[in-house]
């Protein structure tokens, strides 16, 4: 079964600080790979996503940098609020009308 | 808000027993998703339909069961429910289910088996 491999499990960063989690998959063709926020309480929102032939994809304080070469992308939340607390999954679709594989989340802290 | 409805919000069952899921897709959408999601294994996907057909199958045991009718919402069924069953089950729509298409996740049914 595809993988997506998702580091950390869990993240505490200060108020105004840089949010970084990875996350790598495996041998396969990924072409499509959406990052999503959830909420304790709610389902998970689509956040920001990127396609396989743009090396960062910036949306506000949200960047999602990839690197093909290393099967790796990472989200990066530059000025981290409290309000981004929440956990975050990143996803990657192999290609093909195929469903997507999730990472198995980061919980994001971020304390005044 | 979504746009998509998953009734009930919780659940409480004891093992051996049945029970059935609902989802109600956003306005438009055609596919939907079914993901079960527990703290050890994140979010494993378990079946998606697109107008009422049977689209993909991931890691869904036999003892579930599913199903989209005609007005696009959709009925998860799980029977001769265990302990290992207590999970959030969360449905997700979207507009044709093809790739890299969106999908918006209602907020999940909270399932526990006693």
């Known amino acids: 079964q595809q993988q997506v491999k998702q580091s950390p499990q869990s993240l505490i960063v200060q108020k105004g600080g840089i949010s970084i989690i990875n996350c790598a998959y495996e041998?396969?063709?990924?072409?499509?790979f959406p990052w999503y926020q959830q909420f304790p309480g709610k389902g998970p929102a689509l956040l920001i996503a990127i396609r396989p032939d743009v090396s960062e994809k910036k949306e506000g304080r949200f960047t999602i940098s990839f690197n093909k070469s290393a099967k790796q992308f990472s989200l990066h939340i530059m000025d981290s609020q409290p309000g981004d607390s929440a956990t975050y999954f990143c996803?990657?679709?192999?290609?093909?009308?195929?469903?997507?594989?999730f990472g198995k989340g980061t919980r994001l802290s971020v304390i005044a | 808000d979504s746009g998509v409805t998953q009734t009930p919000k919780h659940l409480i069952t004891a093992t051996g027993q049945r029970v059935t899921l609902r989802c109600s897709p956003r306005?438009?959408?055609?596919?939907v998703y079914w993901y079960q999601q527990s703290l050890d294994q994140g979010l494993q996907f378990l079946i998606q339909?697109?107008?009422?057909?049977?689209?993909a199958k991931g890691n869904i045991l036999e003892r579930f069961s599913a199903q989209q009718f005609p007005d696009l919402h959709s009925e998860l069924n799980l029977s001769s429910l265990e302990l290992g069953d207590s999970a959030l089950y969360f449905c997700a729509s979207s507009v044709r289910g093809e790739p890299g298409q969106p999908q918006h996740f209602g907020d999940g049914t909270r399932l526990s088996i006693l």
């Open positions: 339909y697109y107008n009422g057909e049977e689209r």
């Open positions: 041998n396969t063709a990924f072409d499509y």
């Open positions: 996803a990657g679709r192999p290609s093909g009308n195929t469903p997507l594989v």
């Open positions: 306005s438009g959408d055609l596919s």
